[in-house]
């Protein structure tokens, strides 16, 4: 195997002639996605690295390619862990995955009581769909002791709500689909919508986490592992990972915009 430096002090695995990035290939191998989906996948992974941190921020993504809940599953950073679970159908195509609202979700069975504490981002890109009420995009919340993390990208009718630990994060501004994020480090948490840093706010003592897995399409309430709040639209991708801001966070929106881009789906 052949090691690169691109210049950010870190050296990755990359392929060499015609052949792919390892972490590419692995997933292109367990999902069984081939042609302009795998080259897809490809140029996704090496434009990460290239970054010289973002790949290594991130503990799971998935890409939702192949059309198939079967190829949607893997963990494009690991395809040996955190694949997701599909509850009650949602439907999978070539735009992403499609939640009705009612009774379909996607549970990452990626635990947060270890892992928000410190260094923590949840993102999506959501390409329909408008939210209304309580309907919630991501997350995993205790309500009995309103611990969590969330993200809403649009309430009745302009509200966009995201909440680290016990304090809610709003903002108004449009739109309601592309990609949103919140991402904290021991300090701030802050809500993104695509590059642009909507809302932040100080963190003083998050306090314990019950165990909870973070879902999409629906909110988990970790106290007893219910679902509630299930919201309708369709995503075309998701990740949890590390703390992610300033220039890291536009280069990611602009990865994942291009990506989207690709496939025919972008909004």
């Known amino acids: 195997m052949i090691f690169q430096n691109f210049g950010f002090n870190q050296n990755y695995p990359v392929a060499v002639a015609s052949g792919n990035d390892p972490d590419a290939q692995a997933f292109i191998d367990a999902s069984g996605i081939s042609g302009s989906d795998a080259t897809a996948i490809n140029t996704l992974v090496v434009a990460l690295k290239n970054t010289g941190s973002l790949w290594d921020k991130l503990y799971v993504a998935y890409p939702f390619i192949g059309a198939t809940t079967s190829s949607f599953k893997w963990n494009l950073k690991d395809t040996g862990s955190y694949s997701a679970s599909f509850i009650n159908n949602p439907v999978a195509s070539t735009t992403g995955i499609q939640f009705n609202g009612t009774s379909n979700y996607l549970d990452s069975n990626y635990s947060i009581v ?22 919630i995009d991501a997350g995993a ?46 300090t701030h948490s802050s809500l993104y919508k695509g590059s642009t840093e909507v809302s932040t706010i100080a963190l003083s003592n998050p306090g314990a986490l019950s165990t909870g897995s973070i879902t999409l399409g629906a909110l988990k309430k970790t106290q007893d592992q219910s679902i509630f709040y299930y919201t309708s639209g369709s995503y075309g991708f998701m990740t949890i990972g590390q703390h992610i801001s300033g220039s890291d966070a536009t280069n990611f929106t602009t990865i994942i915009q291009n990506y989207q881009t690709t496939l025919g789906r972008n909004v």
Do not use: C, W
């Open 114 to 135: 270890s892992n928000v504490t410190s260094s923590f981002h949840l993102s999506y890109y959501k390409r329909t769909g408008r939210n209304t009420g309580d309907n």
């Open 141 to 186: 919340y205790n309500e009995t002791t309103s611990r969590g993390v969330f993200m809403s990208s649009q309430l009745t009718p302009t509200l966009s709500r995201a909440r680290q630990y016990s304090t809610a994060m709003d903002n108004s501004a449009a739109p309601y689909t592309g990609s949103f994020m919140i991402t904290a480090d021991t």
